[in-house]
């Protein structure tokens, strides 16, 4: 006869009790999180791995140009963030590298691999990109030095203010003393 206690069986099976359920449920938990932790551990080793990989090419980057921040956030999916708008993060299998940009139409797959340098190879060109877009950027806009120098607060703007005033006030007083004239 099996272990297993029927419903509705004579007094000598071993009767279940609740806590011992429950406690059973909780390690079964423990471990079920356990796994998923050391997942999530892996994903954030391999993209410590990948940023190690990138520290060559962010070594290049010239100081003043600040388009990129670089980092590797700790949320429900770990990401490696290249800017403020392009990330790595890791594949369904927690293999698979996914290099990807979020758009005004949403988000694109720039590079996907298991291979970290061909990864490490699509992060240079996107840099470059955007040194390129920058570049181009400043070229088109004039600096602040040579924009227009701002102007002077005009003195005519308050005398024509004034005298808008004062002709306002004649006028209304002109009216006022024709209406006067009307009624007698």
């Known amino acids: 006869m099996s272990d297993?206690?029927?419903i509705g069986s004579t007094a000598t099976a071993k009767p279940i009790r609740l806590r011992d359920a429950l406690r059973q449920a909780r390690i079964d938990a423990a471990d079920r999180t356990g796994v998923v932790v050391?997942?999530?551990d892996a994903e954030v080793a391999r993209l410590?791995?990948?940023n190690e990989q990138l520290d060559p090419l962010f070594e290049q980057i010239p100081a003043a140009v600040d388009l990129f921040d670089r980092g590797i956030s700790q949320g429900d999916?770990?990401?490696?963030?290249i800017d403020v708008v392009a990330h790595v993060a890791m594949g369904r299998d927690k293999r698979l590298y996914r290099f990807v940009q979020d758009t005004r139409s949403g988000r694109k797959v720039l590079a996907e691999s298991h291979t970290p340098a061909v990864i490490v190879q699509a992060v240079t060109d996107y840099v470059a990109?955007?040194?390129v877009e920058r570049e181009q950027a400043l070229v088109a806009t004039p600096p602040p030095e040579a924009a227009e120098p701002a102007a002077k607060p005009r003195r005519g703007r308050v005398w024509s203010f004034a005298l808008g005033f004062l002709a306002g006030v004649v006028a209304l007083f002109g009216f006022a003393l024709l209406a006067a004239l009307r009624s007698f």
Do not use: G
Request: positive net charge.
């Open 77 to 81: 999916t770990p990401r490696l963030w």
């Open 4 to 6: 297993v206690p029927h």
């Open 48 to 50: 410590e791995i990948l």
């Open 38 to 40: 050391d997942l999530r």
């Open 129 to 131: 990109r955007r040194m």
